[in-house]
């Protein structure tokens, strides 16, 4: 649970410094490589010469064949410049470290220099020798919102990073809006977002390759007081609810869900506040049950749109849109007074054996045809 506690307090301090290991880099893009071809990829979140999105690019620039690699760092982070000495131009690398300046760096060729026939790390360490490469000091701090930063996303095609968690909104939203690809991730709790939630309802949004109950170690700074491991001198958080996000097409939505249950009222209890059943895991939903259903979150890294219709999402004011009804007041008395917990409205809930029961998260569906 460290890594969970650690995200929490990383929403509410805003400490931002979860850094991705390139073999979960690697793990993802490997499925994407057509949708790569002939286009400009923005790495807008981390130092260039950290990030491992950036190496990873880099590396498989040309197995890719990109047309362009664009990555910026943000000023404040604390391991900025920590390797900037192997980098482009004396004089611009001397100004950045001692005003700790923000840049970027444009990659539009990337050449085997080292001679050894790969393009490896090596070779990304050297990349900026080549004149068709620049690195540039940014007016601003790098920040994603800044007027410049824009400008490199209006110019981008797809957009891939770890963006700051407690900005996770905002940059999504951002990337929308300038009608963006993407490849980011996230939390898993950001599907309960209204935002979001509304994304993957379009089918403008879904979750990656990775199966997101796996979950993620990330590099952190030395400040972080809890960790997991240490790995090669660095302290590692695991993240158990980090994903992918994506809006490129993922295979795994355009297969059906094998439903193989049989529909039995006793073991599909139904909702004391909305006209549907309660499914406890998406491999239980019943084949021969048609109405509405209320699934758990999990389903949205299996959804096929084509099979399954979203109705809406069962709590707080997201389920009072959908057209869940408030609780009844002698059963809210019972949630708050008796079980001690809250009550919230637009919470989908249900009476079993006389008892106020509140499923985690329930997402509400229909069959399709």
């Not at 290991?21 to 993802?28: G, K, S, Y």
């Not at 700790?100 to 050449?111: D, G, L, R, W």
Request: proline residues 4%.
């Amino acid at each position: 649970m460290t890594g969970n506690a650690d995200l929490r307090k990383a929403n509410k301090a805003k400490n931002d410094e979860f850094y991705t290991q390139l073999t979960d880099i690697e793990l993802e893009m490997r499925h994407y490589s057509e949708q790569f071809k002939g286009k400009t990829v923005l790495c807008n979140c981390d130092d260039p010469y950290e990030s491992n999105f950036f190496k990873y690019f880099a590396m498989n620039f040309n197995y890719l064949e990109l047309k362009k690699l664009i990555a910026t760092c943000y000023g404040s982070s604390p391991i900025v410049y920590t390797q900037l000495n192997l980098f482009g131009d004396e004089e611009i690398v001397s100004e950045i470290e001692g005003e700790k300046k923000a840049y970027k760096i444009e990659v539009t060729k990337v050449s085997d220099l080292n001679g050894d026939g790969a393009i490896d790390l090596a070779d990304v360490e050297f990349l900026l020798k080549s004149k068709k490469n620049t690195l540039t000091l940014l007016k601003g701090n790098g920040d994603f919102r800044s007027d410049e930063c824009i400008s490199l996303l209006k110019e981008s095609d797809i957009v891939v990073t770890n963006p700051p968690f407690s900005l996770f909104r905002e940059y999504l939203s951002q990337i929308v809006d300038y009608q963006k690809d993407f490849i980011i991730i996230g939390n898993t709790n950001a599907l309960t977002y209204r935002e979001v939630f509304k994304l993957f309802k379009e089918d403008k949004i879904r979750t990656g390759y990775t199966n997101f109950n796996v979950g993620m170690y990330f590099a952190v700074p030395d400040s972080f007081e809890k960790y997991h491991k240490i790995e090669n001198g660095q302290k590692m958080v695991r993240v158990a609810t980090s994903c992918w996000f994506t809006s490129l097409p993922v295979s795994k939505h355009k297969e059906p869900i094998t439903l193989y249950r049989k529909y039995n009222p006793s073991k599909y209890p139904v909702y004391e506040n909305y006209d549907a059943i309660n499914v406890d895991k998406y491999t239980e939903i019943p084949y021969d049950f048609n109405g509405v259903m209320g699934v758990p979150i999990t389903f949205l890294d299996k959804y096929n749109p084509e099979q399954f219709e979203i109705i809406g999402l069962g709590i707080s004011n997201s389920g009072l849109e959908a057209g869940v009804k408030p609780y009844k007041p002698e059963h809210k008395k019972y949630r708050k007074e008796i079980q001690k917990r809250g009550a919230v409205d637009g919470d989908l809930y249900m009476m079993i054996d006389g008892v106020v029961t509140v499923p985690y998260a329930r997402i509400l569906i229909k069959k399709r045809g």
